[in-house]
T-cell receptor
Framework: KAGVTQTPRYLIKTRGQQVTLSCSPISGHRSVSWYQQTPGQGLQFLFEYFSETQRNKGNFPGRFSGRQFSNSRSEMNVSTLELGDSALYLCASSLGDLTGGADTQYFGPGTRLTVL | AQSVTQPDIHITVSEGASLELRCNYS??????LFWYVQSPGQGLQLLLKYFSGDTLVQGIKGFEAEFKRSQSSFNLRKPSVHWSDAAEYFC??????????FGAGTRLAVHP
């Protein structure tokens, strides 16, 4: 099976612009989660989508948003970029079945966003 | 609040030596615990996970971890480290609905 893919792998934007990142999950996975990784804050959860619905959300401002399509692919959007948004954005996919209490997430290679 | 602590920021071991990376968690209910590894510029690769059952879990690449509820720990071990194990290691606990709470990570260097 192909793994989680993220596009683009690298992005350079300027302050005030907006950006859209894309994530294609492993075939058959219905849940997609997004994380931000920075040297100062580490790995932080942004949000999770399951069957096109946001099921969980982290503590990020409203400038960060996402959506999921019927084929489980997901996009993440950041509006009005700030310098502090420079980070590695990681997407993870999983089956989405939480009846066992937890799910196993598989990560993509990430998108490196640089804000100038 | 749920949290994960990895006390060691950097660890250096010699190739062939044994390894133990520490992880302590704070979580009120039954924890679901994970170890991931990240090579420079890459995403996270799952090494192993603990959901329930046997407290000693085996993972990929010869890694294992032991869940100790009394110590709120989930330490990662490997009996003999290879140079290719040099990377950053993250311990995580599931915070519900696929929200993973990560520790700050431990960077492992391996000396030949």
């Amino acid at each position: 099976k192909a793994g989680v893919t993220q596009t683009p792998r690298y992005l350079i934007k300027t302050r005030g612009q907006q950006v859209t990142l894309s994530c294609s999950p492993i075939s058959g996975h219905r849940s997609v989660s997004w994380y931000q990784q920075t040297p100062g804050q580490g790995l932080q959860f942004l949000f999770e989508y399951f069957s096109e619905t946001q099921r969980n959300k982290g503590n990020f401002p409203g400038r960060f948003s996402g959506r999921q399509f019927s084929n489980s692919r997901s996009e993440m959007n950041v509006s009005t970029l700030e310098l502090g948004d420079s980070a590695l954005y990681l997407c993870a996919s999983s089956l989405g079945d939480l009846t066992g209490g937890a799910d196993t997430q598989y990560f993509g290679p990430g998108t490196r966003l640089t804000v100038l | 609040a749920q949290s994960v602590t990895q006390p060691d920021i950097h660890i250096t071991v010699s190739e062939g030596a044994s390894l133990e990376l520490r992880c302590n968690y704070s979580y009120g209910a039954t924890p679901y615990l994970f170890w991931y590894v990240q090579s420079p510029g890459q995403g996270l690769q799952l090494l192993l996970k603990y959901f329930s059952g046997d407290t000693l879990v085996q993972g990929i690449k010869g890694f294992e971890a032991e869940f100790k509820r009394s110590q709120s720990s989930f330490n990662l071990r490997k009996p003999s480290v290879h140079w290719s194990d040099a990377a950053e290691y993250f311990c995580a606990v599931s915070g519900g609905y696929n929200k993973l709470i990560f520790g700050a990570g431990t960077r492992l260097a391996v000396h030949p």
